[in-house]
C-alpha cells in the first residue's frame, strides 16, 4: 500500500511542478531580465511586479502543492526512489509543456539533453 | 552569456542540492507523517534542520527566477542539473563514499545532456504569433472589417 502511496506522490510531484515551472517561466518572461529592472526601477519595483504577476501566484501555489507532496512522498519511501523518480520525470514533461505552452522551440538537442538528464538521474538512483 | 549568468545557475544548482539534503534529513528524523495530523504538517517546516534546508531552497528560487527571466525552461533546467554531477563528485571526493560504475555512467550521461543544452541559445526567439501575422498579412480592405 506504501508503493501505491508513494507513487501517488511522485505522479503529483510531477504534475505541480511542472505546472509551477511552466507558470513561473511565463511570469518571469513577463517581468523580463530581473538584474536589468533592478538597476532601471529599483528593488522594490522590481519585486512589486513580480508579486504582482498572477501567474507568479498560481506558480507559488502549484510549487507549495509539489513541496509538500515531495515531503510527503519522502515519509512513506525511500529518498533514492521519491527524488530520482520525480526529477527525471519532471524533465521530460517540462520539455513537452514547455513546447505546448510556453512555444518554446524544443529541438532535438534539447529533447535529447532532457532524456539524457532524465536517464542519468534514474542512473544514479540505482 | 555573462559570467553573472553563469553564476547564477551555478546558485540553483548548489542551493538546490543543500535544501534538498537538509529537508531530506529533517525527514527522516521525524518519520512517519500522518494525514490525521494536519496541523503536524505544517508545523514540521520549523524544524531546524527542515528550516535551514527551506532557507538554501528559498535561495535556489531566488537564482531560478533570476535565470528564467533570461533563459528558457528548457535551458535552465538541463543545465542546472550540474547539482547531480556535484553531489556524485563530494560523495566520491569529500565523503569517500563508494561510486559505483552505474552511477559514474549516470554522470557521463547528464555531462551529455548538459553539454548538449549549452552548446545552443540559452533563449529561443518566440514564434510570430499566427493571428498577428494573418493581420499584418491581409488586405488593407480585411484590416479595416477586422
Not at chain 1, 529518498?79 to 520525470?89: N, Y
Not at chain 1, 517540462?94 to 536517464?119: P, Q, S, T, Y
Not at chain 2, 527551506?54 to 528564467?68: K, N
Not at chain 2, 563528485?89 to 552505474?102: I, Q, R, Y
Request: aromatic share 8%.
Amino acid at each position: 500500500m506504501k508503493q501505491l502511496y508513494a507513487w501517488s506522490a511522485v505522479a503529483c510531484i510531477v504534475l505541480t511542478s511542472t505546472a509551477g515551472d511552466v507558470l513561473l517561466s511565463r511570469a518571469m518572461k513577463q517581468v523580463g531580465d530581473v538584474a536589468e529592472l533592478r538597476r532601471r526601477s529599483g528593488m522594490a519595483h522590481m519585486l512589486g511586479s513580480i508579486l504582482r504577476n498572477p501567474n507568479f501566484v498560481i506558480a507559488i501555489l502549484a510549487m507549495a502543492t509539489a513541496f509538500y507532496a515531495m515531503l510527503f512522498g519522502l515519509s512513506w519511501a525511500d529518498v533514492s526512489l521519491v527524488v530520482p523518480a520525480s526529477t527525471s520525470l519532471t524533465f521530460v514533461s517540462n520539455a513537452a509543456a514547455a513546447k505546448i505552452f510556453l512555444h518554446e522551440r524544443v529541438d532535438h538537442r534539447r529533447w535529447l539533453a532532457a532524456v539524457l538528464v532524465a536517464g542519468g538521474v534514474i542512473l544514479l538512483a540505482l | 552569456m555573462t559570467f553573472r549568468k553563469y553564476l547564477v545557475l551555478v546558485g540553483v544548482a548548489v542551493f538546490a542540492v543543500t535544501g534538498d539534503s537538509l529537508v531530506s534529513r529533517g525527514m527522516k528524523h521525524l518519520g512517519g507523517v500522518s494525514l490525521h495530523h494536519l496541523a503536524g504538517i505544517i508545523l514540521m517546516v520549523f524544524r531546524p534542520e527542515i528550516a535551514l534546508g527551506v532557507l538554501f531552497l528559498l535561495a535556489f528560487f531566488a537564482c531560478y527566477m533570476a535565470a528564467l527571466s533570461w533563459a528558457d525552461l528548457t535551458y535552465v533546467l538541463p543545465t542546472t542539473s550540474i547539482s547531480f554531477i556535484l553531489l556524485t563528485l563530494v560523495a566520491k571526493f569529500a565523503l569517500h563514499e563508494n561510486v559505483s560504475l552505474t552511477r559514474w555512467l549516470g554522470v557521463v550521461m547528464i555531462s551529455i545532456g548538459i553539454g548538449f543544452v549549452t552548446q545552443g541559445p540559452a533563449l529561443t526567439p518566440q514564434p510570430r504569433r499566427r493571428d498577428s501575422h494573418e493581420r499584418l498579412a491581409a488586405p488593407v480592405s480585411a484590416r479595416t472589417e477586422l
